[in-house]
């Protein structure tokens, strides 16, 4: 009797780890995917039928609202006074907007504390035809259920999504230590969501929803917390999530193309072609005799005897990694990627609206030419993440302290290290960020904090005169970690480098100046605002 019962029992057992391990369920595209840790196991059209619990997902609705709305609300202040202030900040902090999204505080949402008025978000959202669920303000809770299918419908017309996407980025690089970042580097963006379990109260369900980073919508639900969710299936999510181009490829990158090198002449043909904008195949006649084709899909313009090219910043990222090295193998590729979007973070200047940066081995060389499909891929899979905390620096072949070594990457990459490590050997200091947000935390300058406070008295009169200004109560001076310095409205921080130059003093000046301004076009007047800094410090 004892050996048939052991043979059930080892027959049992593959059903019984199958039913802890329940598949993750995928709504994207139009279908549901059923995915294992590892693989796509099945795929059927995605039903009305299919329902999840909106959880933490609300939250994403209120935020398009917020933002699409204009609102100026106040920052959460955690005052110790509520557990769900976990979720938040801690007691005597605040929290703003974007982190609050990231963070999933809820406390900053709750419509009561905001004002939203059941009407006008009725009206909102009927205007974008949303369901009963979007449309009832006291509906939209943790625990209501809605359809899948309705859910990325939403998503796919909701206001502010640019922002939400670029915002959500920090989910996926907080998640699971950092891994779910190396599977799937930038091109989930999303909210997570959890709740108690449809058939057990006591467990737990969870998920993410939000886009990929080409704007599609996405769903995702399983077994277990949203974290769990993330950090045991990234490697399913990563052979399903496409490689797309983003549809904001990012601000424009002005390069001076072969800025070291004088240039003779530019032919198109037989034909001497005079300044304007480039279309086509041409040859480039340097002074010192050497001559380059180029191609120019109309982003290229030859200003007397110079020639620019204006650029999405992804496409600069694929231009340098075409021209510096090569698109395989690919995670040695993936790293340099980052380190080059990196290095036009802390290396480039504004120009207007652009980045501006020369096209030099001083610099970064850029390949005269749109870049290939697998130089894009590899743009497109890192879109938006960059490096925090080191300078950044690479080369060919010649490692050393905050520095890349293309070789020593490729020898990396073959030996089988993702390009997350390889990362972490050239710069140990650094950490995987997202590029509107290279500073995750504020390092505290109290000296100049302190300085500050002191001079403002001193300033008031004069500055009360100002058309525009409004004080400031509450801000913070953080320490710089690199490029220039700015100031980060939503949170009212200055980043700066310290107090102890008269430079560091106005730059503090400066960007306070902004921050007092930020009501007012003054604000946003360069000239106006470095003027009446120097007037302060110097007169």
């Not at 084709?293 to 204006?310: N, Q, T």
């Amino acid at each position: 009797m004892t050996r048939p019962l052991v043979w059930l029992l080892l027959c049992l057992l593959p059903a019984l780890a199958t039913a802890q391990d329940e598949p993750l369920r995928l709504g994207f595209k139009g279908e549901l995917l059923s995915l294992s840790r590892t693989q796509v196991m099945s795929r059927e059209p995605l039903s009305a039928d299919v329902q999840t619990p909106l959880g933490s997902l609300w939250k994403l609705f209120v935020y398009g609202w917020l933002v699409d709305t204009g609102a100026r609300e106040s920052a959460y202040e955690c005052r110790g006074q509520s557990k769900e202030e976990v979720y938040c900040c801690t007691a005597g902090g605040k929290i703003g907007r974007d982190q609050a999204l990231v963070k999933s505080c809820g406390l900053y949402f709750e419509p009561a504390r905001l004002g939203i008025d059941k009407g006008d978000w009725r009206t909102y959202w009927q205007a974008r035809q949303g369901p009963e669920w979007l449309l009832n303000l006291p509906l939209l809770q943790p625990a209501t259920r809605v359809p899948v299918v309705e859910l990325l419908r939403m998503l796919a017309v909701m206001p502010a999504q640019d922002q939400a996407r670029r915002v959500l980025l920090d989910v996926v690089l907080n998640a699971a230590d950092g891994n779910v970042v190396g599977e799937l580097g930038g091109r989930l963006r999303v909210k997570t969501w959890s709740w108690l379990g449809d058939q057990d109260p006591s467990s737990r369900q969870g998920g993410f929803a939000g886009w990929t980073v080409d704007g599609t919508p996405i769903w995702a639900g399983g077994r277990g917390t949203s974290q769990m969710v993330l950090r045991n299936y990234g490697a399913a999510l990563a052979s399903v999530v496409p490689v797309e181009w983003p549809v904001d490829a990012g601000r424009c990158v002005e390069v001076g193309l072969f800025s070291r090198y004088p240039i003779g002449r530019v032919l198109a043909g037989d034909r001497v072609v005079s300044s304007g904008p480039l279309q086509g195949d041409y040859r480039v006649e340097f002074a010192n005799g050497n001559q380059l084709d180029i191609h120019s899909d109309g982003e290229l313009f030859l200003l007397k005897d110079k020639v620019v090219a204006r650029l999405d910043r992804e496409e600069y990222v694929a231009r340098v990694l075409q021209r510096e090295a090569k698109s395989e193998p690919a995670e040695a590729a993936k790293a340099l990627a980052i380190a080059i979007r990196t290095y036009l973070l802390q290396n480039a200047t504004r120009n207007g609206d652009c980045l501006s940066i020369d096209d030099s081995s001083s610099r970064q060389r850029v390949a005269p030419r749109p870049a290939t499909a697998e130089s894009r891929n590899i743009a497109a899979w890192t879109t938006d993440l960059v490096l925090a905390g080191s300078t950044v620096t690479y080369h060919s072949d010649q490692p050393g302290p905050d520095k890349l070594s293309w070789q020593q990457a490729v020898e990396q990459a073959n030996a089988g290290q993702r390009y997350d490590a390889i990362l972490l050997h050239a710069y140990p200091r650094a950490s995987l960020s997202r590029w509107d947000n290279p500073v995750a935390s504020c390092e505290a300058l109290p000296a100049a904090q302190d300085w500050l406070q002191t001079q403002r008295r001193g300033w008031r009169a004069r500055l009360e005169s100002e058309v525009g200004y409004n004080e400031v109560n509450t801000f913070a001076v953080c320490r710089l970690a690199f490029g220039r310095p700015y100031v980060d409205r939503e949170r009212q921080r200055i980043y700066v480098r310290g107090v102890l130059s008269l430079q560091d003093r106005l730059d503090l000046t400066h960007e306070y100046l902004h921050l007092a301004f930020e009501a007012h076009p003054n604000g946003q007047d360069e000239t106006y605002i470095e003027g009446l800094a120097r007037h302060l410090l110097l007169e």
